[in-house]
């Protein structure tokens, strides 16, 4: 399937003169496409968009979305934590979402890791308990690593440190786990013909269709749901920021044995699908296994976001761990 999809990418890439010369439809700001509640921040000079629910004198839980996600992952879980008596706040982490999508900017995840941090400093957080699904599992694993002394304590859903030779993965699952669109990795960022070219590779019907992979309970999968995740397509500079992301190199990886040694004393909470296609269960029992403090929520028929497949069960293990 990747292979097909590869090859649809380079006949796209041959084909662009063509599809450079249709109209693109009309493009919106991210504040006009801000919710009624959200707000940007600048740190360091990068804009940040994230939706805070609750009083911000209560203890803060930031939740970080994973690839290709955004503050709408949370949607069904933010007021249900703030009214469990927290400060709920949800970010975009570039280039997703609404927030900045420069593309000379780092995007590595120990990048994204001092983000968070840079705009905890913005709002005046000391310390926060982390919620980091799939991608931003790893995030909120470097920031463990870089800043143990902000964290209360940690819930990684479906997502970790990505050490592939803790699960012993063969070569065919690592395939299967790389992205369709790393052809397009080589590509200059900032060149309107790159752009072009992932524009019309990803489509919103595309987007789609990739989305609904990622849940084993489809029937939640409504046009409410494809319309807030395609949100951020309607941005016109989107396309720049998703390649330098692809383009982005880790220069502080970490690994289970780094993250064990920095949270020895910091409560933990996994939470996973058992039906998870995207990252397979068998990270979250390494990581179990390997961490300390740690308690493992397996969910039943449950894909890649369980916050959204499970909500009443997952926003009842969540309180129950930031109550504990």
Known sequence: MLRKLGLFAILLLLSLPAAAQETPSPFKTPQELADENG???????????????????NPAVILIHGFGGSTFTWRDNLQAIADAGFYALALDLPP??????????DYSRSWMADVVAGLMDE???????????????????????????????????????????TLETNEEEQEDMSSPFAILANLDPSSPFAATALRALLTPETFTNILIS????????????TAGYQRPLQIQNWP????????????ADITLADLTAATSDTPILIVWGEKDTWVTIRMGEAMHESLANTTFARYADTGHLPMEE???????????FLQS
């Not at 994230?50 to 004198?57: F, L, N």
């Not at 997703?96 to 900017?105: A, E, Q, R, T």
């Not at 499970?310 to 129950?320: H, L």
């Open 96 to 105: 997703f979402g609404l927030s900045d999508k420069n593309p000379d900017l």
């Open 123 to 165: 709002l005046g957080i000391e310390t926060a308990t982390l919620v980091g699904h799939s991608m931003g599992g790893g995030v909120t694993a470097q920031f463990a690593v870089r800043h143990p002394e902000r964290v209360d304590k940690l819930v990684f859903v479906a997502g970790g440190v990505f050490d592939r030779e």
């Open 240 to 251: 720049n920021g998703f390649l330098a992301y692809q383009q982005a190199e880790e220069t």
């Open 39 to 57: 707000q940007f921040a600048d740190v360091d000079g990068v804009s940040i968009y994230y939706v805070a629910h609750g009083d911000s004198a």
């Open 214 to 225: 990622a849940y084993h309970r489809q029937e939640v999968v409504t046009d409410e749901v």
């Open 310 to 320: 499970n909500t009443a069960q997952f926003n009842e293990d969540i309180i129950a």
